[in-house]
């Protein structure tokens, strides 16, 4: 679901066609030439300032994620089922068709995909009232209560954690400054999908600035027959990346997918993987460390086609590749070339650390006509970032470490693979 807007880091509204959507899907295949290369030839990993030592786990940690056909026939949608209970309870209900998106935080939930008998507990709002949240991504909005639920994930338990239901009946008028920020994704077509499950670099989706102030277009008080109005959310009741609340493999994430080929592929299978370092099957081996530009940031550099973006992230929320390119023919919202075209990329951290990679670019027409639904050269334009979604993570293992836990390369954030 493309990135969430948090922390300060202003995203422009990327731009999709009418096949999808930036927020899902998406993977590419060659319609010319050789599909994009899955090779990564990094230096190697780089340590952040201080190593730390990894709790080590024997819970199950890989949860199965797939990419496949969706109802509104949007590509490269990285999918997984979720379990939400009521906290401290036997009541749970497991929701399919959940996105699974490392460029945001937190799990959100459509309140259509609830059952009537899940009965989920109020949090509250920095006053006390029950809290709601106007959550804002580069695509569109969500808007809802924040309530409590216990969330599993294969054998992990994030218990009592806030997420969002979108759509609540409890807070069924979106506040004006919210309605103002896009499109709502307020149902299932709008989504398309389920819910959000948003596991990235951050444990909260907007941490002491929410709880300092009152910020628009974020939290809200909503008591009980009145109107929903701005107010700071305490930490412990934002809505939480679930990863970071597991009793253990708590530092982060991989997705492990397979390589697609030729024209995409129907469907994809693959993994998500709890923890860094923590067992066996979750070690950084010669992985690349990319640490982002500043505390609190979730840009590294990467340098593709000769052109420089200091501001480039890794999103599998994204059902494209985005960036700016004055040599790529343009439709509508999409690249397409007459030959797909190939690339080379360099990506560097703060720390100096770099890797390399090539990727390609095919004509979005000639994708869509075969009716898959996993390219991995599906590209459109985008200004001021480089967005490296969903097409990037086919043949590769991608780790994203969640700020301030402890990794053998030392304390998150960053990226690796």
Do not use: H, K
């Not at 509104?72 to 401290?88: K, R």
């Not at 974020?218 to 107010?231: D, L, R, V």
């Not at 597991?246 to 129907?266: E, K, R, S, T």
Request: aromatic share 8%; hydrophobic share 40%.
């Amino acid at each position: 679901m493309l990135t969430q807007i948090v922390r300060g880091i202003a995203l422009g509204v990327l731009v999709c066609g009418a096949l999808a959507g930036c927020g899902g899907g998406g993977s590419g295949s060659s319609t010319a030439g050789a599909a994009s290369s899955n090779q990564n030839t990094g230096s190697g990993s780089t340590p952040n300032a201080a190593d730390t030592t990894v709790t080590p786990s024997t819970t199950p940690n890989v949860q199965a994620v797939f990419v496949a056909s969706t109802p509104t026939g949007t590509p490269n949608m990285l999918m997984t089922s979720v379990t939400v209970c009521a906290p401290n309870t036997s009541q749970c209900q497991t929701i399919d068709n959940v996105q699974v998106d490392t460029g945001s935080y937190g799990l959100r939930i459509l309140a259509s995909a609830l059952t009537s008998n899940l009965v989920l507990p109020a949090v509250a709002s920095g006053s006390g009232a029950p809290a709601a949240e106007c959550a804002v991504f580069g695509s569109g909005y969500t808007w809802g209560a924040v309530r409590s639920a216990d969330v599993r994930l294969a054998g992990e338990l994030a218990a009592a954690i806030p997420i969002q239901v979108i759509g609540d009946a409890s807070t069924p008028t979106v506040a004006s400054d919210c309605a103002q920020t896009g499109v709502p994704m307020q149902d299932s077509t709008s989504l398309r999908a389920s819910g959000i499950l948003g596991i990235g670099l951050f444990g909260t989706d907007c941490g002491a600035s929410c709880a300092n102030t009152a910020l628009p277009r974020w939290y809200y008080a909503c008591p009980a027959g009145g109107a929903c109005t701005a107010s700071a959310q305490p930490i412990a009741n934002q809505v939480v990346n679930p990863v970071s609340r597991f009793a253990f493999d708590n530092n982060g994430v991989i997705i492990d997918l397979p390589a697609v080929a030729g024209l995409g592929a129907p469907s994809v299978s693959g993994s998500m993987i709890f923890g860094i370092g923590s067992q066996g099957n979750n070690a950084l081996g010669n992985a690349t460390v990319l640490q982002p530009s500043s505390s609190g940031a979730i840009y590294v550099t990467s340098v593709a086609g000769g052109t420089t973006y200091p501001q480039s992230f890794f999103d599998t929320g994204s059902n494209g590749l985005f960036f700016a390119s004055a040599s790529l023919t343009q439709c509508s919202a999409w690249y397409c070339p007459a030959t797909e075209q190939a690339f080379s990329a360099t990506f560097s951290g703060q720390s100096g650390s770099t890797a390399s990679a090539t990727f390609s670019v095919a004509n979005r027409s000639t994708l869509v006509a075969t009716g898959n639904a996993a390219f991995d050269n599906l590209a459109g334009p985008i200004g001021g970032v480089f967005d490296w979604g969903l097409p990037f993570f086919y043949g590769r293992r991608i780790f994203t470490a969640i700020q301030g836990q402890p990794t053998p390369a030392g304390l998150g954030p960053f990226y690796a693979f």
